[in-house]
């Protein structure tokens, strides 16, 4: 049974970091890709960093260069390291994984349609 289970979001001002860490257990993270997303109010949950199981990491624009993702296989864990944050950075952030098949490297994001498994998400707010 796979289960994702989010931690690190809080409240920061603009310009700080946070580090948020998805607490992955049931899968095998050979044959899995994984992501961020996140969800605003009224806005759509968008696809923010993904990970592909051969090791290629995508970013959203929005956050090229301030955001990294990465893993820790012996921890079992997916990170997201967010550094020079800004208000419109504030959302609900969700870890995502699905069976994607070994070594492979999608080009570019993932969508929400792609993946099965989710957490339930943290909370991040940047004030001005």
């Known amino acids: 049974q796979v289960r994702l289970v989010e931690s690190g979001g809080g409240s920061v001002q603009a310009g700080g970091s946070l580090r948020l860490s998805c607490a992955v257990s049931?899968?095998?993270?050979?044959?899995?890709?994984l992501a961020w997303f996140r969800q605003s109010p009224g806005k759509e949950r968008e696809a923010v960093a993904g990970l592909e199981s051969g090791g290629t990491t995508n970013y959203a624009e929005s956050v090229q260069g301030r955001f990294t993702i990465s893993k820790d296989t012996a921890k079992n864990t997916l990170y997201l390291q967010m550094n020079s944050l800004k208000p419109e950075d504030t959302a609900l952030y969700s870890c995502a994984a699905e069976r994607c098949g070994i070594w492979v490297d999608y080009p570019r994001l993932r969508t929400r349609d792609d993946f099965t498994y989710w957490g339930q998400g943290t909370q991040v707010t940047v004030s001005s």
């Open positions: 049931g899968i095998n993270w050979r044959d899995h890709c």
